[in-house]
T-cell receptor
């Protein structure tokens, strides 16, 4: 089993839709998790951190389910500009190291 | 406001050639990282440096060496390039102990 797994998609949704991605992790001792956004041919940029039960920032909500070992990202009222690849990362227990999933591709269409 | 700067941005090599990818950060971060990204594989850690003077292997270190030249700079060297090393390479930095890594804009490397 991979350490961090994501459904690669692609997810194709209309503007205004709500879309959710899940990301499973294998290290039950991991303490921190992250969602990064990566635009085509660009570098990843931090979207949200998840250290406990969840985090919300505007239209974006990230949740952590320790019992089932997954994190989720919910995007409400999708915009065309939300089209990107969303990478989840497990911060594990090692100082500063991240293990990334393969990414989920989101396309928002008019 | 440069953040993390990588050079070069593009490079084409022949099999067996060597080269060094450069990375510098101006955020006074302690930790620096080198990743490679291949289609469908996400980001895989090659080497990292938790602090100046230390380096450690990541998930895919074979065929690479690194040097943490000083607090600002962390270079990645391919001694004898192979086609399997064709990839996009990202350098990142963080204060250390927290997961917020800041990435450079990548080096696209093709090995023929």
């Amino acid at each position: 089993r991979k350490e961090v797994e994501q459904d690669p998609g692609p997810f194709n949704v209309p503007e205004g839709a709500t879309v959710a991605f899940n990301c499973t992790y294998s290290n039950s001792a991991s303490q921190s998790f992250f969602w990064y956004r990566q635009d085509c041919r660009k570098e990843p940029k931090l979207l949200m951190s998840v250290y406990s039960s969840g985090n919300e920032d505007g239209r974006f909500t990230a949740q952590l389910n320790r019992a089932s070992q997954y994190i989720s990202l919910l995007i409400r009222d999708s915009k065309l500009s939300d089209s990107a690849t969303y990478l989840c990362a497990d911060g594990g227990t090692s100082y500063g190291k991240l293990t990334f999933g393969q990414g989920t591709i989101l396309t928002v269409h008019p | 406001n440069a953040g993390v700067t990588q050079t070069p941005k593009f490079q084409v090599l022949k099999t067996g050639q060597s080269m060094t990818l450069q990375c510098a950060q101006d955020m006074n971060h302690n930790s620096m990282y080198w990743y490679r990204q291949d289609p469908g594989m996400g980001l895989r850690l090659i080497y990292y440096s938790a602090s100046e003077g230390t380096t450690d292997k990541g998930e895919v270190p074979n065929g690479y060496n690194v040097s943490r030249l000083n607090k600002r700079e962390f270079s990645l060297r391919l001694e004898s390039a192979a086609p399997s090393q064709t990839s996009v390479y990202f350098c990142a930095s963080s204060e250390g102990g927290v997961g917020t890594q800041h990435f450079g804009d990548g080096t696209r490397l093709s090995i023929l």
